[in-house]
């Protein structure tokens, strides 16, 4: 098999089962709103349901539009991934890596939505407790690592096609 498709099959699980046992121990451990500083003054675990998409968006729209938007979305995107993934030449490791980061994290939050109705979010960093970056979970950094290594490939892609024109 392919290398590719062996990052495809593993990375997305590894994701995965990180993401979901991460969340059930939140779940199980803590109140909803309960939060235990980690590193006082920065960083706490905080138990949060977020029923938007990231750092919330979309979270106060109405649930007839929201919760259909929510499944439709992942969904599409799921298969937007496989069918780059498949184009995927073989040799593009990095962004194998990258789709099937994106590929676990979306499947993780879907979970939660499908489960609960919306997603368990406990990472919670802070600036001494007055300036609060949404809380997000294992599946949230996943896609953003993701999304971050396809974007440095397309910046590096057009770096390259700008030395090729300049030298021509």
């Not at 590193?39 to 938007?52: D, K």
């Not at 969904?75 to 184009?87: N, S, Y």
């Not at 599946?139 to 021509?168: P, Q």
């Amino acid at each position: 098999m392919k290398k590719k498709y062996w990052i495809l099959a593993a990375l997305p699980s590894l994701v995965l089962v990180l993401d979901q046992l991460t969340k059930q121990l939140i779940v199980n451990r803590f109140h909803l709103g309960e939060s235990i500083p980690v590193m006082t003054g920065y960083f706490s675990l905080t138990y949060v349901r977020n029923t938007g998409a990231a750092f919330g968006f979309l979270a106060t729209a109405n649930p007839a539009f929201r919760i259909p938007f929510f499944m439709l979305v992942p969904t599409l995107a799921l298969a937007v991934i496989i069918q780059l993934f498949r184009k995927l030449p073989d040799s593009d490791l990095r962004t194998a890596v990258a789709l099937a980061s994106v590929m676990g994290g979306a499947i993780g939050n879907l979970i939660d939505r499908v489960r609960f109705g919306y997603v368990v979010d406990f990472l919670d960093f802070h600036w001494r407790y007055q300036v609060h970056f949404p809380a997000f979970n294992v599946a949230d950094s996943a896609i953003c690592v993701g999304v971050g290594l396809l974007m440095l490939d397309l910046f590096k892609k057009e770096g390259a096609g700008a030395d090729v024109s300049t030298t021509v």
